[in-house]
C-alpha cells in the first residue's frame, strides 16, 4: 500500500500534550493520595504537589486556548455527527475485519467524530469543572463565605466524580492510541508530528474536511 | 539532516520541555519558608526595678501579714482597688450566658469534678485565695488588708500559706515542721513581678495534687526544658507565666473554661505569632478552623501524669483494722483513696477534640440532672460557627453524689480539722458530709444520695512541643484512626469519602478496562 506522511501536530501541540499528560497523571495519582485510596508519596507531599500541579494545568490551559483560537485548531474539536455512524461502526466492527478508517486526517480535522464528541464532554464538562472545584476546593472551603457550598461537600464530590471520569478516560484513550494502521501509529505521530496515511485517492472525508 | 534536527526538536517538546514543566511544579510544590521568628521582650527584660529593702516601713517587726499589706498600699494605693475586683479575689464574674441572662458564675455558685464544691470547704480550698482567711462567710471582701500581695509577688521562695488555714501563712500559734512563720522582713523588702513559683504553687496544683485537674499544667514546669514547653523552657525563651498572661493594673489576661463563659481577656497564640506564622498558605489557612494549639500540643501530661477519672462512689472503704486505705498503680500514682476514691491517672495522653468559640455553660448549683454523663461543663461551637476552631482538651470524667429526688448535685463537706465536724476526709460519712455540705451552701437536701457519671472539658493551651513534634498532617487527614473522628459535622480532606461516588467511579475504571481488554482481544483474534 502507498502511505503519505503528513504533518498533523505542531511542535506546540505536541508540547501541550506530553506536559499535558505528565501533569493530568501528577494530579491523578497525588488526587487519590489525598482522597485516601492509598498512601506513597505522604498526605503533605500529595497536596502540594496537587495544588501546585494544578496552577501549572490551568496556566497550560490558558495559553493552549489561546493557540487553538490564534491557530484555528480549536475546529477540531467542534463536535459532530457526520460520519458518526460509520466511526462507531467501524469500532464495533471494521476494526475487527481489517477495513480502513472511516476518516482520513488533514490539519484541520484530525479528530473523529466520537473523538471530538468526547474530547469536545472533557473541555465542556469535565475541566471546568475540576478547576472551578479545586479552586473551591483550596480557596472556598468554609462555610462562613458568603455563599454557603455546604463546606467542602458540593466541591469534593464533583471534584472526585470528575477524578473518576479522567481515569476512565486515560485508559480508553491510550488504548485507542492503538488503533491506528498500525498499533505504535498514533503514539508516533504524537511524537514526531507526522502521521502515515494509506494514499487513497478520492477520499471519501475529503468532503466532511471540506465542509468544516 | 533536516531528519536528525527534527528528532532533536520532538526530543525537546515531546520530552525535555514537559519535564521541565513537572521539574520546577513538583520544586515550587515542595519548597517550604522559614516559619516566622518571634522575638518580644519579656517581663524580666523590662520590668523597672526597685530597692525595697530601702524602706523604713518594711523595716518594721511584723506579726501579723496584714499589717505587711498595709505597708504595701502605704506606697501602691489603689492596688487594692484593683484587685479587689478581680476574680482572683472575688472568685466570681458577671457574665452573660445564653439562656440565663446576666449572672455571676464561679466558685460560690458552679459544681467542679473534683472536691464538687469550694464552699464549705474553706480550709482546705480558700488556701488559694488571694487573701488572709476566708475561713467562712464573715470573711471581708471589702477589707483590703486582708489582700496577700505576698502569694503573688514573694520572689524569695519562702512565703507559703499553710495547709488548712484558709490561706492564712503560719503564725506562732499554728507553725509546725513543715509550716514556718514567714520572715515577713526578708520577704517583703525582695519583692518582685510574680514569676512561675508564684502562679504555680496554686494553678499547678489545684484539685488536691500535683497536675490533677489541667493535665497541661503542673511543677514540672517550675523547672523545664524546650522539649517539654517551647516558651517555658529554660533552654529556650525561659518565659514566665505573665509573659504570656499579659497584665495591667491587676487584670491578668488570659482564661481557664473550668469557671469562664465568656469570650473577653483571653490570650492567643497570634497575639506573638500572627495568623500566619508559618508562611505558608495551607498551613495558615487551617488557622480558621483549627487552633494552634490542636496541631501543637499534640499530647499532654507530658512529664507527670493527670487524673483521668476520679469515682466519689468507691471512697470510703475501711481496711480490716478500720483505717482508711492508700493504693497506687503502677506508676505510684494514687489509684484509691478512702477519703476521695478510685482514680486514673494517666501521662502522655492524646487529647480529644471539640469545637470551641470561647464561650461557655456550667453547671450551676441549682441546676438539674437533664443528660448523663453530667455536663459540668459545656463549650460552644460548631463547624458553621464563624468563631469556633477545633480545640484539643482534657476531659476529666467523674462519679460523684448527687439527690436522686431533686436531680442536683450535691455539695459536699470534705475537710475539717477535726474528726466529728461532719466532713467526709475525717468521718467517711456520706450523709453527715452531705447534710453539713448543703446546709453551708443553704441547699435544700432531700436525704437520698446516689452517685452520677460527670464530666469536665479542659481546653489545653500549654506544654507546647516543639515543632519537630507537632502533629502532621496524617494525625488528622486519615480514613484510619483521624485524632477527628468524633467531629463529623464537616468533610474532612484524606478522611471522608463518599460511598457510592467511589464504588460507582471504581465500577466505571473497572468497565473500562475490561472493554479495552475485551476489544483489543477481539482484534487480536
Redesign the interface.
Known amino acids: 500500500m502507498k502511505y503519505k506522511k503528513q504533518y498533523l501536530y505542531s511542535k506546540f501541540e505536541r508540547f501541550w500534550h506530553w506536559t499535558q499528560m505528565l501533569l493530568v497523571m501528577l494530579l491523578t495519582f497525588t488526587g487519590f493520595e489525598i482522597h485516601g485510596n492509598f498512601e506513597i508519596m505522604g498526605f503533605e507531599n500529595s497536596v502540594r504537589i496537587h495544588s501546585a500541579a494544578a496552577w501549572s494545568f490551568m496556566g497550560l490551559a490558558v495559553v493552549s486556548i489561546f493557540w487553538m483560537i490564534v491557530s484555528k485548531q480549536y475546529l477540531n474539536f467542534i463536535p459532530t455527527t457526520t460520519k458518526l455512524k460509520e466511526q462507531l461502526q467501524y469500532y464495533t466492527s471494521g476494526i475487527f475485519k481489517g477495513r480502513p478508517h472511516p476518516l482520513h486526517k488533514t490539519l484541520y480535522n484530525k479528530l473523529n467524530p466520537l473523538q471530538r464528541i468526547v474530547y469536545a464532554g472533557l473541555l465542556i464538562l469535565i475541566f471546568p469543572v475540576q478547576i472551578i472545584t479545586g479552586i473551591a476546593y483550596m480557596y472556598y472551603h468554609y462555610p462562613e463565605n458568603p455563599i454557603d457550598a455546604d463546606g467542602l461537600l458540593l466541591a469534593v464530590n464533583a471534584h472526585t466524580i470528575g477524578a473518576f471520569m479522567v481515569v476512565a478516560f486515560i485508559i480508553v484513550h491510550v488504548y485507542m492510541t492503538t488503533t491506528g494502521h498500525s498499533v505504535s501509529a498514533n503514539v508516533k505521530a504524537m511524537i514526531s508530528g507526522y502521521e502515515k496515511e494509506p494514499d487513497t485517492e478520492n477520499s471519501p472525508e475529503e468532503t466532511i474536511s471540506k465542509n468544516q | 539532516m533536516k531528519s536528525a534536527l527534527?528528532?532533536i526538536?520532538?526530543f525537546i517538546?515531546?520530552?525535555v520541555?514537559?519535564?521541565l514543566?513537572?521539574y520546577?511544579?513538583?520544586f515550587?510544590?515542595?519548597r517550604k519558608n522559614e516559619p516566622l521568628a518571634i522575638k518580644i521582650p519579656l517581663m524580666s527584660e523590662t520590668i523597672a526595678k526597685v530597692d525595697h529593702s530601702q524602706f523604713a516601713i518594711l523595716q518594721q517587726n511584723f506579726i501579723d501579714p496584714r499589717d505587711v499589706t498595709a505597708a504595701c498600699l502605704s506606697c501602691h494605693n489603689k492596688r487594692d482597688d484593683e484587685l479587689m475586683q478581680s476574680s482572683h479575689w472575688l472568685w466570681e464574674r458577671e457574665v452573660n450566658i445564653p439562656g440565663r441572662g446576666i449572672v455571676k458564675i464561679g466558685k460560690n455558685n458552679i459544681h467542679n469534678n473534683f472536691c464538687t464544691g469550694a464552699q464549705g470547704n474553706n480550709g482546705s480550698c480558700m488556701r488559694c485565695h488571694i487573701g488572709y482567711g476566708w475561713e467562712d462567710k464573715s470573711f471581708d471582701f471589702n477589707n483590703p488588708n486582708n489582700i496577700d500581695c505576698l502569694v503573688c509577688h514573694d520572689k524569695t521562695d519562702t512565703y507559703f500559706k499553710q495547709k488548712g488555714y484558709s490561706g492564712m501563712p503560719a503564725t506562732a500559734e499554728t507553725a509546725n515542721a513543715e509550716f514556718k512563720v514567714p520572715d515577713y522582713n526578708y520577704i517583703s523588702q525582695n519583692v518582685g513581678y510574680p514569676d512561675r513559683d508564684n502562679c504555680g504553687v496554686c494553678h499547678f496544683y489545684g484539685g488536691g495534687g500535683n497536675n490533677v485537674k489541667h493535665g497541661d499544667l503542673e511543677e514540672a514546669l517550675f523547672n523545664t526544658s524546650r522539649k517539654v514547653d517551647v516558651h517555658m523552657g529554660t533552654d529556650g525563651p525561659n518565659m514566665v507565666c505573665i509573659d504570656c498572661h499579659k497584665t495591667e493594673k491587676h487584670n491578668i489576661t488570659g482564661r481557664s473554661y473550668s469557671v469562664s463563659a465568656d469570650n473577653t481577656n483571653r490570650i492567643s497564640c497570634e497575639g506573638c505569632h500572627t495568623d500566619r506564622p508559618h508562611r505558608d498558605y495551607?498551613l495558615d489557612y487551617h488557622n480558621?478552623?483549627v487552633a494552634c494549639q490542636t496541631c501543637h500540643i499534640p499530647v499532654y501530661a507530658k512529664v507527670n501524669a493527670t487524673v483521668m477519672y476520679w469515682d466519689w462512689s468507691k471512697a470510703g472503704r475501711r481496711d480490716e483494722n478500720g483505717n482508711p486505705i492508700k493504693e497506687y498503680d503502677a506508676d505510684h500514682n494514687y489509684s484509691y483513696l478512702s477519703i476521695k476514691g478510685r482514680f486514673v491517672y494517666d501521662d502522655n495522653v492524646k487529647p480529644d477534640y471539640v469545637w470551641f468559640n470561647g464561650t461557655a455553660d456550667h453547671f450551676f448549683t441549682t441546676d438539674t440532672v437533664t443528660t448523663v454523663p453530667v455536663q459540668i461543663n459545656t463549650l460552644y461551637g460548631d463547624?458553621?460557627d464563624?468563631d469556633a476552631k477545633i480545640w484539643p482538651v482534657k476531659i476529666h470524667r467523674g462519679r460523684q453524689a448527687y439527690d436522686p429526688e431533686t436531680k442536683q448535685l450535691l455539695s459536699v463537706k470534705v475537710f475539717a480539722h477535726n474528726k466529728g465536724e461532719g466532713a467526709f476526709w475525717e468521718d467517711l460519712d456520706w450523709p453527715e458530709a452531705i447534710r453539713h455540705g448543703m446546709e453551708y451552701n443553704e441547699r435544700y437536701w432531700s436525704g437520698k444520695y446516689d452517685f452520677i457519671d460527670t464530666e469536665v472539658t479542659w481546653p489545653l493551651n500549654h506544654m507546647v512541643s516543639l515543632k519537630e513534634e507537632t502533629m502532621?498532617?496524617?494525625d488528622c487527614?486519615?480514613?484510619n484512626k483521624s485524632r477527628l473522628d468524633g467531629l463529623t459535622d464537616?468533610?474532612l480532606?484524606?478522611?471522608d469519602?463518599?460511598k457510592w461516588?467511589?464504588y460507582?467511579?471504581?465500577a466505571?475504571?473497572i468497565?473500562?478496562?475490561i472493554?479495552?481488554i475485551v476489544?483489543?482481544v477481539?482484534?487480536i483474534f
Open positions: 527534527e528528532k526538536t520532538s517538546v515531546v520530552l520541555l514537559p519535564a514543566v513537572i520546577l511544579t513538583v515550587f510544590a515542595l495551607i480558621h478552623k463547624y458553621r464563624a502532621s498532617c496524617k487527614h486519615s480514613r464537616f468533610y480532606p484524606g478522611r469519602y463518599n461516588i467511589d460507582s467511579g471504581f466505571i475504571i468497565l473500562s478496562l472493554g479495552v476489544h483489543a477481539l482484534r
